[in-house]
Structure formats: structure tokens, C-alpha cells
């Protein structure tokens, strides 16, 4: 496990998200009502950036929507919620210390990602 600092705090808006690269992966840094998220920055639908979506509620869950056709993706696990995409986007764990955001590239895409700051 190796989280690697990817951002400040204050780079990313509340809500909304941040594209950063790390180890060659594209990854949309995310903050939705005080948590922390960090997602494969690429739909599963038709490999549009996910970082240049809406971040919101849908159906309960905390959500970036792909702004092509409209799937939205959960941020704790990456799954779709609604159609047209049905596979799930990775997710990798994030920690904030203070106002530097860190994320682990190497770690399961299943496993929450989830951190509260
Ligand atoms: S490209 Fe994202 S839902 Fe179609």
C-alpha cells in the first residue's frame, strides 16, 4: 500500500471534482458533503472523463454523472446506478491529512474509497 499526495484540499470544489494523474492512472479526485472520493477518471460506457460531470445525490448515494449520457457512478464503489453504463468505474481508497489529499493507485477497486476530512 502506498498512498501518494495528489492534490490540497482546496484544489478540488465542494462538490465537484479534480482530474489528477498518478502511476499513469487518470484518476477524478472528488469532495461531496465533507468526504473525500477518488475514482477512475474514465465512464465505462464509452471512456468519457468522468471529472468533467456533475457531482451529486442520486438514489442515496453520493454520485459523479458522465455528462454524455447520463450514467452516474457511485463514488464508494464505483458501480453505475443507472444505465447505459453496467460496469462499475475503480475506486481507490483516499486519506486527508490536513489539506493534502492522498491516494493508493495499488489497492482493490472493490474496497471503499470513501475518507472524511
Ligand atoms: S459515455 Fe458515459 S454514460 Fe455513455
Known amino acids: 500500500m502506498s498512498f501518494e499526495r495528489v492534490c490540497a484540499l482546496s484544489d478540488i470544489k465542494e462538490p465537484g471534482s479534480l482530474r489528477v494523474e498518478l502511476d499513469d492512472v487518470d484518476i477524478a479526485v472528488v469532495r ?3 468526504d ?3 475514482i477512475e477518471d474514465l465512464c465505462s460506457h464509452a471512456e468519457v472523463p468522468l471529472s468533467e460531470g456533475d ?3 442520486f438514489k442515496g448515494a453520493p454520485t459523479i454523472e458522465c455528462w454524455l449520457h447520463g450514467s452516474c457512478f457511485d463514488l464508494r464503489t464505483g ?3 443507472n444505465l447505459p453504463a453496467t460496469e462499475p ?3 481507490y481508497p483516499v ?3 490536513g489539506e493534502d489529499v492522498y ?4 489497492i482493490d477497486d472493490s474496497l471503499p474509497a470513501a475518507a472524511s476530512n
Open 32 to 34: 461531496f458533503e465533507g
Open 36 to 38: 473525500v472520493y477518488a
Open 55 to 57: 457531482v451529486e445525490e
Open 79 to 81: 458501480e453505475p446506478t
Open 89 to 91: 468505474a475503480a475506486v
Open 95 to 97: 486519506r486527508v491529512e
Open 103 to 106: 491516494v493508493d493507485v495499488e
